[in-house]
């Protein structure tokens, strides 16, 4: 599976974003899809994850509440719908693919795309 992320970009606190992650090379309904973002000097950690059908969901919790998750099996996309971004929000995304596994662990995610940046400032 190949990911191409994109939608970062510069904005202010409580501002919104909509990132999103488009997949081809495999059967994009076959894989649960997952966001993580890495911040400078800090490790990557997970953000949001979708089931192959969209139907599970979960989030970190430094973010339930303000960022929603979906997917578009027809489009081959996944989507990250940020809003009411804070300052600890500055990272660059990263999409990533698993395959049916619903999970919030890095390690199980096989494919991942190049990182597209969020920063949060006024």
């Known amino acids: 599976v190949q990911l191409q992320a994109s939608g970062g970009g510069l904005v202010r606190p409580g501002g919104s974003l909509r990132l999103s992650c488009a997949a081809s090379g495999r059967t994009f309904s076959d894989y649960a899809m997952g966001w993580f973002r890495q911040a400078p000097g800090k490790e990557r950690e997970f953000v949001a994850a979708?089931?192959?059908?969209?139907?599970?969901?979960k989030y970190a919790n430094s973010v339930k509440g303000r960022f929603t998750i979906s997917r578009d099996n027809a489009k081959n996309t996944v989507y990250l719908q940020m809003n009411s971004l804070k300052p600890e929000d500055t990272a660059a995304y990263y999409c990533?693919?698993?395959?049916?596994?619903?999970?919030?662990?890095?390690?199980?995610?096989?494919?991942w795309g190049q990182g597209t940046q969020v920063t949060v400032s006024s």
């Open positions: 979708i089931s192959w059908t969209g139907s599970m969901t």
């Open positions: 990533a693919a698993a395959g049916r596994i619903f999970t919030e662990l890095l390690g199980e995610y096989d494919y």
